[in-house]
Nanobody
Framework: QVRLVESGGGWVQAGGSLRLACAAS????????MGWFRQAPGKEREFVSA????????HYADSVKGRFAISRDNAKNTVFLQMNSLNSEDTAHYYC??????????????????WGQGTQVTVSS
């Protein structure tokens, strides 16, 4: 069983930055592909970014490409999401997710085995 705990959310003005973190426990972190998703009120959960187990491959939604950066520290069992140039459309609950198997569809939430409780990001315009 993998436990994921997100942190770093909060309120920020448009144009600002936040850095989310997701700490994993319960399994070797280097076995896990990691993803970030978000869900705004009244909308479906959407893919934001993902990173493979080694950190060599990154994926981004078009809406965040060039503004967000995903990274991981396997020694600290943590994945990060650096979010810059935030705007009101980034307001959502952000979730961290983990995939344990090698066959992985980074953008598909159904491909992930474990989810955190999420952290709220609110961007004020």
């Amino acid at each position: 069983q993998v436990r994921l705990v997100e942190s770093g959310g909060g309120w920020v003005q448009a144009g600002g930055s936040l850095r989310l973190a997701c700490a994993a426990s319960g399994r070797s972190f280097s076995d896990l592909h990691m993803g970030w998703f978000r869900q705004a009120p009244g909308k479906e959960r959407e893919f934001v970014s993902a990173i493979n187990w080694s950190g060599e491959t990154e994926h981004y939604a078009d809406s965040v490409k060039g503004r967000f950066a995903i990274s991981r520290d396997n020694a600290k069992n943590t994945v990060f999401l650096q979010m810059n140039s935030l705007n009101s459309e980034d307001t959502a609950h952000y979730y961290c997710a983990a995939r344990t198997a090698t066959r992985w569809k980074p953008r598909d939430p159904e491909s992930y085995d474990y989810w955190g409780q999420g952290t709220q990001v609110t961007v004020s315009s």
